[in-house]
């Protein structure tokens, strides 16, 4: 950590994760990271049963309680400042960032459902967590509707809206609980719901109403629309609306309340919301067009700025100052990556293979292709560019000669085929993918670094910080409390980034096109309508599981 100088002013950067929230504090001048802190979530990701003996949860679901985020702020964030030895006083501004979509519903107020008594045990009042892909019928629903009256927004979404999105949430509530939909006055995203505890202030930012909220041209989805999809759906972007302000805006200034939390000084400036990936772009120095981040972790999220609107078939969305403002930020991802080498270790490698470290070691021995296989990174669906949380993994070619490692190295090249996927589908809608940065956990891993480089055949750079996330949100921190004029000047003195780290090598981009090739093949089979085998087995599943939960509600909570 670097030395404390009290001449000098800091931000505090809050980075909400899936499981763990951490505060890192950041010098304003140089970005120099001085104190960092991580507090785990109590309740994790509520997947099986609600906490306290509440009912069991159907498959597909994700849950958070909301108070874990409060925590963060009372334990991590006065942690990061005794680690830094800071001075509160010396701090100006606080940032955060949050995983989305992920959202609550809550009383006007900003008091989240799940927090009133009468309404704790109803699943649909808690925080749906962004990997809760529960709604995937409302999702088709939304879809189909949008497509068959030709509406104008759906094709900034790459022709689809995402189960994980907040109109889909939305209608699952209205569909399966319609009593917590009346009650909820706000529907808020995570991102928003904490900077409103922080400064008492509801805001919405602009990121996440236009990729998760389907804002687009200033307006939300029409009313018309809403009605005909389900008539009591009509006061849904009545929920959603509030006062929306540009990425770096301030939101407010820390209350008395969030003061005592965190230790920071009553009055200082708080950032707007913003999300764990996009505000990385600022933190990698990535805002200029044709840099593409690859934020990798339990998902990846890859960010984008471009010049000009396009629409690119299966992404997540493209929108003006979604990223930062005066560029279009275009967005896609990868709902399983980190998640997907963590199943194998844990279910699948035997003893003695069962570390991500030996794994690799036996994997970075083999050459390119002598494994024989071929998989599908589906293991918690497709996010771009079949945008189908239903599908599944696959791998072709096993024999009774495959080892551990030659499944292990094919899970990390089917990542790197998505993404492959997602950047040619960007070139090809005009947008050009120039080089890529990766950011989050697994740049550690150097052989998985390379495979990137080899199958997308560009330069890959390192974000010079192991907190990009959290320095992100420090970065518009900065910018919210008036030390720098935009995010672009924030950036380039805060910001850090190894540039062209791993290199393409040739014969193994000319083995990867092969293999990759192969890839396409499955992925548009299994994907495309070719075969909807996972759909159907995804629906037998679904099934047995409610069946065996009828009758033995214990079997759905192991489950």
Known sequence: MSEVDTADRYV???DFGTLSGRALVVRVRDGAEVGTAVHDYRHGVVESALPDGGPALPPDWALQDPDDYRDVL????PAALAAAGVDPALVVGIGTDFTACTVLPT???????CEVPELRHRPHAWVKLWKHHAAQPQA????????????PWIGRYGGKISAEWQFAKGLQILTEDPEVYRRAERFVEAADWIVWELCG??????CTAGYKGIRQDGRYPSADYLGALDPGFTDFVAKLDGPLLPLGARAGTLGARAAAWTGLPEGIAVAVGNVDAHVTAAAARALRPGRLVAIMGTSTCHVLNGTHPAEVPGMCGVVDGGISPGAWGFEAGQSGVGDIFGWFVRNAAPAGLDSHERLTELAAAQPVGAHGLVALDWWNGNRSLLVNHDLSGLVVGLTLATRPPDVYRALLEAT??????IIEAFAEAGVPVDDLVVAGGLTSNRLLMQIYADVTNRPL????????????SAIHAAVAAGAYPTIHEASAAMGRVDEGVYRPVPENVRAYDALYAEYRALHDHFGRGGDDVMLRLRAIRNAARDAAAQTDPVLEVIG
């Open 74 to 77: 009372r334990e991590a964030v």
């Open 12 to 14: 505090v950067g809050v």
């Open 140 to 151: 088709d629903r939304i879809n189909a509707l949008a497509h068959q009256r030709g509406e």
């Open 461 to 472: 750079g390192i974000i010079g910080s192991a907190q990009g996330p959290a320095l992100g």
């Open 416 to 421: 790197a085929y998505g993404t492959r996927m």
């Open 107 to 113: 009383l006007a107020d900003g008091t989240p459902l």
């Open 201 to 206: 202030v509801e805001t919405r930012n602009a």
